[in-house]
């Protein structure tokens, strides 16, 4: 039995093992941020991706060499339809973890919307939620977008839960029983300059190697029978082959958070202040239609996939500053 001999491959991060297909085109948002204002508010909205430009602004991030100097970047273009509050759930909390307490949905869902769900409220149920009211931890929007609204072929709705926070819980579940069956804008959520997280489900790849999937490197030329495979997948003895070594498979498709995407731009397409459309519409995607917002950087996922937005959970700022765009191109 010779000397096995391989050089280590440079594995990719293990954080997101196993990279597996994710289960829904729709992302989840598994956290929330801690917001102490007296007011209630949503901390969710939803969009979907339409295409990208570069924004031309004024840096204005303070202690960095380019402050106050022009500053060219990108900018993702998500289209931002009103959502519609379809109802408001409660949950307690124990030692087990939460638990939803109670649905109220609705009296008055749009006909579009309410002919692919089945929401029905039991009898009484707006009573009976309002003396549970005590032992409440959170409240959360029943909430749904539907991708029809902006031009797309889906007529079903994502429906989806927002937290509301502010206040104490009475506030909140007032705060939600007054928007039930109502629209709510992005601008109602979010302000301009703003930092908001976004969840997506990423580009779909398909299978690929070790090499593209992992950063492996690749083997010299003609020393072995491959050359685009990891040297060693182990030891002889045991006979398994660790989780941690690299091997080929499910590349994209994977569900994403991203944190801190900066909203440059917020606005409606019959404003005239920028021209957010380039000639013949977005590639993939169309004419951009109603409200839409800008956001700095890039954001994952495919044009026209839901991208869920969420005010963000890290490096809270004490005060948002607008930012200043001179120019967008197209």
Sequence with gaps: MGHRRHSQPRRGSMAYSPRGRAKSMESRLRGWPDVSSEEPKLLAHAGFKAGCVQ???IDDR???????????????????PPVIVLGVRGYSKDHYGHH???DVYSEDIPKEISKHLSLKNNEKALEKAEKMLGRIKEIFAIIAVSPHNIGLDQKKPYVFEALVKG?????????????LGKK????QVFE??????VGAITKGKGWQ????????KRKQHKSRKTVREVGSLGPISPQNVMYTVPRAGQRGFHQRTEYNKRIMIMSNTENKD???????GYKHFGVVKGDYIVLKGSVPGTYRRLIKLRSQIRNIPSKVVKPNILEVVI
């Design 55 to 57: 924004i031309v602004s």
């Design 62 to 80: 303070e202690k960095t060499p380019n402050f106050g100097k022009q500053l060219v970047s990108l900018g993702t273009v998500i289209v931002t």
């Design 100 to 102: 939803a307490e109670f």
């Design 167 to 179: 206040g104490d819980i009475k506030k909140q579940f007032t705060f939600v029983k007054e928007l």
């Design 184 to 187: 709510v804008k992005i601008d």
């Design 192 to 197: 301009i300059g703003a930092d908001v997280d």
């Design 209 to 216: 190697g070790v090499l593209a999937r992992w950063g492996v």
């Design 274 to 280: 920028y021209s957010i459309n380039p000639d013949g």
